[in-house]
């Protein structure tokens, strides 16, 4: 197979409009005895070789082992590896190679739901409709949905736990309804059907004592966080949506390491 770049470009776009996961391999340097000249690239799917060569044989197998196990397991976007052809790869001629790895996995959307349209709520639905997220506020009230940026999904429900049957999986979720007891139901919807990454109920510590009590006569675990929001700042209703936002990007990042 050819390393032409036209037909890498046209090969890599084709790829791309497809949303299929791929992994550009890239021989960056070469010392010695190497198969093939540095820039030489081959694209990788989880299915076969896309595209391209990096010079057959021993070195491209292991590329290829390399590269399917990173679309499988690797939430970094770039890897670099420099190889001894005789101890790491196992080949007769002497010689070293850097490959660069740079792996094209489908995006999950950053999916945030918002159980409450109060005052927290709308001042932390304003700064996270800044970010590259999807953002829905649930309320049963039409009058605070109202408050809340038209970019913003906005759901009306009048039993908003209903809403937890069409939440996915990845999404984070916040709980600040306008209490206690109607945070509750939906916590206890969302401990029953989903596990969710990030789950946060506004409120105090005595809070948390009280709903994890209240969790044990429900049999359910108290896998959720209260208090929300990064110690920083105070009580103005603007600091604590940064503080909230800190905290979820601060989540947000640690998953993808």
């Known amino acids: 197979m050819e390393n032409n770049f036209d037909h890498f470009c046209r090969a890599y776009e084709k790829l791309r409009q497809k949303e299929k996961d791929f992994c550009v391999v890239t021989m960056v340097n070469g010392r ?14 989880n299915e076969l070789i896309e595209f391209g060569t990096v010079g057959g044989g021993k070195i491209e197998a292991h590329c290829i082992t390399i590269a399917r196990k990173l679309l ?9 590896y420099t190889w001894n052809l ?41 700064v996270l409709s800044r970010l590259d ?4 506020v649930v309320d049963h009230r039409q009058e605070w949905l109202d408050k809340i940026n038209p970019r913003v999904n906005r759901v009306l ?26 945070d509750l139901p939906i916590l206890i919807e969302l401990l029953k059907t989903k596990k969710t990454p ?17 969790l044990k006569e429900f049999d359910l675990n108290d896998d959720f966080i209260c208090p929300i929001g990064l110690p920083i ?24 390491r």
């Open 198 to 214: 990030y789950l946060g109920v506004i409120g105090s510590k005595s809070k948390r004592n009280i709903i994890k009590n209240e």
């Open 157 to 182: 429900l009048s039993s908003p736990k209903d809403y937890v049957s069409k939440i996915k999986e990845h999404a984070f979720v916040l709980l600040m309804t306008m209490g206690h007891s109607t």
């Open 233 to 256: 700042g105070d009580n103005a209703v603007s600091e604590i949506a940064i503080s909230i936002t800190a905290e979820l990007l601060k989540v947000r990042d640690e998953l993808k």
């Open 32 to 45: 010695g005895s190497t198969p093939q000249d540095m820039g030489s690239r081959i694209i990788i799917s």
């Open 72 to 80: 499988k397991e690797s939430t970094k976007k770039s890897h670099f």
């Open 133 to 136: 997220c999807n953002l829905t």
């Open 86 to 126: 005789q101890k790491d790869i196992g080949m007769t001629c002497g010689g070293e190679v850097s490959m660069f790895f740079e792996l094209h996995k489908k995006e999950i959307s950053w999916d945030i739901i918002i159980f409450g349209a109060g005052h927290v709520g709308c001042e932390l639905s304003q």
